[in-house]
């Protein structure tokens, strides 16, 4: 049975760029779809703690400080 893809948010070609900046040669498809899942759920829980202190605060609008304090 295959395994089911989540839907990707981010572009395949930044996250293939990323990984060239960081020294790698060349990157493979499946490294590039791997490296953006992983991105993703980072960045998703990122914004899910930035949004609970945003609205700890009071606020609707997500600031940036916001996003410093929740990824640490």
Do not use: W, Y
Not at 9 to 31: T, Y
Not at 43 to 67: C, F, M, N, Q, Y
């Amino acid at each position: 049975m295959a395994e089911k893809r989540k839907t990707q948010i981010i572009p395949k070609a930044p996250v293939a760029r990323i990984l060239m900046n960081a020294g790698a040669k060349r990157v493979s498809a499946e490294a590039v779809e791997e490296f953006a899942d992983i991105i993703q759920d980072i960045a998703l829980g990122v914004g899910e703690k930035a949004i609970r202190i945003a609205k700890h605060s009071g606020r609707k609008t997500v600031h940036g400080e916001d996003i410093k304090i929740a990824s640490r």
